[in-house]
């Protein structure tokens, strides 16, 4: 099974991204300490991001920075609000380019964010899928990149695949989380983790709110088999999976319960 097929109908997702001419290395990523912080960081309880910018673009991983610190990779659909929830995360509006025109991201987006107790990782935004409206062929190259990305990159450590909280987990999800369960070849301490995070949570009232996040949970608890048998029994856990997370880019909620799963991944 494949990772469903990137989306690549418009712009790059930051103004003047371009590609780097860092090698791909293959040791392990750092989490480094001692991040200073910078003026006008927004002040919000929980992580407070002192510091986060764009690194580099790139159209296949050989393009990429050397891997020198731990990487949380962001999958989702074109229209689940990939862009927002980034720029929640790290308390800037406008450092990831959000558009009302879905497939904005059409190369790996590297940000570096640091936190002000000193966690630093690199955040990678990764073209959504869902939106076939280039040839197959351009199609075909945009999923090896992500395949290439997701399989080999050393120092990921975590996958946030989001869904949209009123749509559930559709068949491009189910591809992309049993095409995660396959074993990396490269060397790892602990399996993969995948993040699943519901977005939009906003967009339902109150009372519709929880049954919607309980049915992506249980979609998720039917998941998980398939997710981290990896390479078949008997075999160590290629990936592995906690509870969805109800997140919204408009009130915050899940921010904290995200940020805590990643740490947890990289330290």
Avoid at 69 to 98: D, H, P, Q, W
Wanted: aromatic share 4%; hydrophobic share 40%.
């Amino acid at each position: 099974m494949t990772a469903p097929k990137a989306d690549a109908n418009a712009a790059n997702a930051t103004s003047g991204a371009n590609a780097t001419s860092g090698a791909n290395a293959t040791s392990g990523a750092n989490v480094t300490s001692g991040a200073n912080a910078t003026s006008g960081a927004a002040k919000t309880a929980g992580t407070r991001v002192v510091e986060a910018s764009f690194v580099a673009g790139a159209v296949e991983t050989r393009g990429l920075p050397a891997p020198t610190f731990a990487e949380i990779a962001f999958a989702g659909r074109s229209n689940v609000g990939k862009s927002s929830l980034l720029n929640t995360m790290v308390e800037r509006r406008g450092l990831v380019r959000t558009s009302k025109t879905p497939g904005c991201t059409r190369q790996l987006n590297v940000f570096d964010v640091r936190c002000s107790d000193g966690l630093r990782v690199h955040f990678v935004d990764l073209p959504g899928y869902g939106w076939a409206r280039r040839s197959k062929a351009e199609r075909t190259q945009w999923q090896t990149m992500i395949e290439g990305y997701l399989l080999h990159r050393a120092s990921l450590r975590a996958v946030a695949v989001l869904v949209d909280v009123r749509r559930g987990i559709e068949e491009e999800e189910e591809q992309l989380l049993e095409f995660l369960g396959n074993p990396r070849p490269v060397s790892e301490s602990k399996p993969l983790e995948i993040v699943l995070v519901a977005t939009k949570i906003d967009k339902l009232g109150a009372a519709a709110r929880r049954p919607a996040l309980d049915a992506v949970k249980k979609q998720a608890r039917d998941l998980v088999p398939v997710a981290a048998r990896g390479a078949g029994r008997g075999a160590a856990r290629a990936t592995a999976m906690g509870p969805a997370i109800g997140f919204s880019a408009v009130t915050g909620a899940g921010r904290e319960e995200l940020w805590s799963r990643i740490r947890a991944a990289v330290l």
